[in-house]
């Protein structure tokens, strides 16, 4: 699993690869500290190369959205397959989470 954090057009992009499965919870949890730690900014989650996501994951996602939304910042999610995005939806993320 390997998880980038760019800025790009005035939002922190975290591009995830690979599979973000619990054995890769804690080390992406330390990549998207600076995601936690911004301001002013939006957040995007680029899902394009990401093939799988567990539990672990999708909590990992839910810290950035609530760490985000009292900061006044939005979180997008983009590039998400068909696969992931049955998961979103069964687990009410879809909900949750505003996709681009």
């Known amino acids: 699993m390997k998880t ?12 995830f690869e690979g599979r973000l499965d619990t054995a ?6 330390q990549a998207l500290q600076p995601l936690n730690d911004c301001t002013g900014h939006d957040i995007v989650l680029d899902c394009t190369n990401l093939e799988y996501i567990s539990s672990s994951g999708l909590r990992l996602f839910l810290a950035v ?3 985000a939304k009292p900061k006044g ?4 999610i983009t590039g998400i397959s068909d696969s992931l995005r ?3 939806a069964m687990t009410g993320f879809t ?4 996709f681009k």
């Open 4 to 15: 980038t954090i760019l800025e790009k057009d005035g939002n922190l992009v975290a591009v």
């Open 24 to 29: 890769a919870a804690p080390e992406t949890e």
């Open 65 to 67: 959205l609530k760490n």
């Open 73 to 76: 910042s939005h979180v997008y």
């Open 86 to 88: 049955s998961v979103f």
């Open 95 to 98: 909900n949750l989470f505003e």
